[in-house]
Structures are given as structure tokens and as C-alpha cells.
């Protein structure tokens, strides 16, 4: 058995709605707890919404030019 079936093997029964929550909950308390300066403030979702748009914004970036 290779790696690559490993992995398939690993996320095979894990359906991708059920992940994207679980990632997106992440992501949230991430960037809310462990970036100090995004949460202070009046509008600290508004930092967390940029911090998230930002990085879809490099990942599209880094699969187009990669």
C-alpha cells in the first residue's frame, strides 16, 4: 500500500460537508484567539473577515501561477 492510498483510505468515508464546518470553525478561532490584534476592537469580525478573503485570495493566487 502506497502513501497516496493511505490518504485516500484515511478521507474515503469522510463526506466534504462534513469537513468544511469543522475547517471553517478552525479558521474562525484561529485567527480570533491567536491573533491578539484581531479581536480587539470594535469590529473584530470585520479583521476576520479580511484575514479569510485574504488567504482564499493567496491560495487562488498560488494554484494559478503554480
Do not use: K, R
Amino acid at each position: 500500500m502506497t502513501a497516496s492510498s493511505n490518504y485516500q483510505l484515511a478521507i474515503g468515508n469522510c463526506q466534504l460537508n462534513e469537513v468544511l464546518p469543522a475547517a471553517g470553525a478552525m479558521f474562525y478561532v484561529v485567527v480570533e484567539e491567536l491573533i491578539p490584534e484581531a479581536s480587539s476592537g470594535q469590529h473584530s469580525n470585520l479583521s476576520t473577515i479580511g484575514f479569510a478573503i485574504g488567504f482564499v485570495l493567496m491560495m487562488v493566487l498560488d494554484v494559478v501561477m503554480g
